[in-house]
């Protein structure tokens, strides 16, 4: 079965950044894009970024332009999210879910990644 | 920039009842219409996409219809599992994932 496992909560401080990770398993990676959704407390998911695992190319909401990057790592079916420049406001749980390439269906979500952001 | 209204916010029914919870697009989104329920501290999961088709593994009290710009998710006989948060997203339309701010389907 599909599983996308992410890494543990990370606590920073205002201005640092941080790298989330995402492994895949229990489907061929690269046949898949990976999208980034963040949803801060109380609040519907927000879309980030998404990810074509073959290509590696990259798309990006344009309130994160030029603080986000997503890359990957196809020999361990693994894909990261860094964001830079960090405030308190980035303070959400951070989701990596499998989006079809045929027609952009969300399908699986990771169990998410609680990052903390805090003087 | 397609914008997706939910509606209520807040649903307040009992075990047993019909439950219908509406997404309205600012656009056409087509077919292109998802619903996902997030309980709390749990990721969303897919219950229906292509607006009425069941995802694996969902129970037939659950249903979706609409098109274009008008969406329902009816839920036909509420389980006590059944009360969570559940969003509309479009998919298909750059921007491609929009989602809604949400239905809280709670226990009256």
């Known amino acids: 079965q599909v599983h996308l496992v992410q890494s543990g909560p990370e606590v920073k401080k205002p201005g640092a950044s941080v790298k989330v990770s995402c492994k895949a398993s229990?489907?061929?990676?690269?046949?898949?894009?990976i999208n980034w959704v963040r949803q801060a407390a109380g609040q519907g998911p927000e879309w980030v970024g998404w990810?074509?695992?073959?290509?590696?190319?990259?798309g990006y909401a344009e309130k994160f332009q030029g603080r986000v990057t997503i890359t990957r790592n196809t020999s361990i079916n693994t894909a990261y999210i860094e964001l830079s420049n960090l405030r308190s406001d980035d303070t959400a749980v951070y989701y990596c879910?499998?989006?079809?390439?045929?027609?952009?269906?969300?399908?699986?979500w990771g169990q998410g990644t609680l990052v903390t952001v805090s003087a | 920039e397609i914008v997706l209204t939910q509606s209520p916010g807040t649903l307040s029914l009992s075990p047993g009842e019909r439950a219908t919870l509406s997404c309205r697009a600012s656009?056409?989104?087509?077919?292109?219409l998802a619903w996902f329920q997030q309980k709390p501290g749990q990721a969303p999961r897919l219950v229906i996409y292509?607006?009425?088709r069941r995802a694996p593994g969902i129970p037939d009290r659950f249903s979706g219809s609409g098109s274009g710009t008008d969406f329902a998710l009816t839920i036909s006989r509420l389980d006590p599992e059944d009360f969570a948060v559940y969003y509309c997203?479009?998919?298909?339309?750059?921007?491609?994932?929009?989602f809604g701010q949400g239905t809280k389907l709670e226990i009256k």
């Open positions: 292509g607006t009425s």
């Open positions: 990810m074509n695992p073959n290509s590696g190319d990259t």
């Open positions: 229990g489907y061929i990676f690269s046949n898949y894009d």
């Open positions: 997203q479009q998919y298909g339309t750059s921007p491609l994932y929009n």
């Open positions: 656009q056409s989104v087509r077919n292109y």
């Open positions: 879910t499998r989006v079809s390439t045929y027609d952009a269906l969300t399908d699986y």
